[in-house]
């Protein structure tokens, strides 16, 4: 399956990146990646084509499947680790943090200092919510989600308070476009940022799946499996806030990726997290690619936020969910 799994994000992936207002042939979108690996002579591909390819849609195209890989393995092992069907990516305040960061130096006038605004607002949010989960005793999942959903909509209060005060002109259409979740800024900088998280971030966690699986079955019984539970669950949300961080920090604020595609991988795959988590890391990616291109062509010339697309395909993907796996789901 895992085969067959990548196969397809592959043919995804190339169909996405000949598919637009400028169509380019699927041989076109080969010889132009060949070419510039040096597998084949540059002078096979029009230099139109070329450059579509190249310049513009490949970056894209990478950072939305590095995305969407990093969003669902990040709602996946949430899920796990917090034992919360509802948990997604942004459940400890994340996605809010990073949307203040993201929208001050927007107002500013610094966008070019927006990915490290974001990922630092991300990383923020994160502290702010386990120091105050921290401050009733022991940290808990309970305690940090009730503390995350405080920090959430405290960062939230003050990004509106930041865009009534001060955004003025064009900066309003560029706040929303990345509070929205966007895509339309891909570059080969965002494909390093993301890839690089997605792979050295993401195969961290991947490589936890068997402490994940001890998870399952409650505190006590991962303790007795010789797991140090407390240790091993504040790493990996650690490591969450990292990968998500890093996503968002290139995408603005992209919903529901991270709570349906778990949630339909694990219908799939079942529970076992060896399996599961790689198989949620290539749907997300085939999601929103898919969702993107949707986003870019739909409404051609003009583009939607692909949060909107993702909005409006996962909202009823997760009632069917809920109406065929209700019981399982909330178990």
Not at 64 to 82: D, E, P, R, Y
Request: net charge positive.
């Amino acid at each position: 399956m895992l085969i067959t799994s990548v196969v397809v994000l592959a043919a995804v992936m190339v169909a996405a990146i000949g598919f637009g207002q400028a169509s380019v042939g699927v041989g076109e979108v080969l010889a132009s990646i060949g070419s510039h690996l040096g597998l084949v002579p540059a002078s096979s591909v029009p230099p139109l084509a070329d450059s579509i390819v190249w310049e513009l849609r490949l970056p894209r195209v990478l950072t939305a499947a590095a995305v969407g890989a990093g969003l669902a393995l990040s709602g996946a092992v949430m899920q796990s680790i917090t034992r919360n069907p509802l948990a997604d990516p942004y459940l400890l305040g994340l996605s809010s943090g990073a949307s203040l960061g993201a929208v001050a130096v927007i107002i500013l006038g610094l966008s070019f200092a927006l990915p490290v605004a974001a990922f630092a607002g991300a990383l923020l949010a994160l502290v702010t919510t386990l120091v105050i989960a921290r401050t009733g005793g022991s940290i808990t999942p309970t305690r940090a989600v009730l503390a995350g959903l405080a920090i959430a909509q405290l960062c939230a209060a003050l990004t509106s308070f930041v865009i009534f005060w001060s955004a003025k002109g064009d900066s309003y259409r560029e706040i929303l476009n990345w509070l929205l979740g966007s895509l339309a800024g891909s570059s080969w900088t965002t494909v390093a940022i993301s890839v690089v998280a997605a792979v050295v971030v993401g195969g961290a966690l991947i490589l936890q799946a068997t402490r994940l699986d001890a998870f399952a079955f409650g505190d006590t019984s991962a303790a007795a499996l010789g797991i140090r539970v407390n240790a091993t669950r504040w790493w990996m949300l650690g490591a969450v806030a990292l990968l998500t961080g890093a996503m968002v920090s290139v995408s603005g604020a992209i919903g529901f990726v991270g709570l349906i595609l778990p949630h339909m991988v694990r219908g799939l795959s079942g529970p076992q997290h060896g399996r599961m988590l790689p198989l949620a890391a290539i749907a997300g990616a085939a999601f929103l690619v898919v969702a993107d291109t949707l986003a870019r062509t739909v409404f051609d010339p003009r583009e939607l936020p692909v949060g909107i697309v993702t909005a409006i395909i996962g909202v009823p993907v997760f009632i069917v969910l809920i109406r065929r796996r209700g019981a399982a789901l909330w178990a």
